[in-house]
C-alpha cells in the first residue's frame, strides 16, 4: 500500500507574498516573433504548393527584410515614447 497523500509545500517567504512571476512580454515582442514564423512557414507552404525552391527563397528572403524593417521602426518607435514626458501623446489632430 502506498503511503497517504502529502499536500504540497507552500512557496517559500513569508505568508501572503505573492509568486515571482515572469516580466510581461511587449506586444512587439509577440509580434516580431509572429512575423519570423511566417518568414519560415510561407516558403515551406510555397514549396508545399510547386514553387520552384529560388521563388521559395526570394520570398523568405523578401519576408526577412519587410520583418527586420518593421521591427526596427517599431522599437524606434516605443523609444521616442518612453522618452516624451508626463505621458502627453502627440497625435495629429483632426
Known amino acids: 500500500m502506498s503511503p497517504p497523500h502529502q499536500p504540497a509545500e507552500p512557496p517559500s517567504g ?10 510581461p512580454r511587449s506586444g512587439v515582442t509577440d ?3 509572429w512575423a519570423a514564423f511566417s518568414c519560415f512557414l510561407v516558403p515551406l507552404l510555397l514549396l508545399w504548393y510547386g514553387t520552384s525552391f529560388a521563388d521559395a527563397a526570394g520570398t523568405a528572403v523578401g519576408l526577412a527584410a519587410v520583418t527586420g524593417a518593421c521591427r526596427l521602426l517599431l522599437r524606434r518607435s516605443e523609444r521616442r515614447a518612453a522618452r516624451q514626458p508626463g505621458g502627453e501623446k502627440n497625435t495629429p489632430v483632426d
Open 14 to 23: 513569508p505568508p501572503g507574498t505573492p509568486e515571482p512571476t515572469a516580466p
Open 31 to 33: 509580434l516580431v516573433r
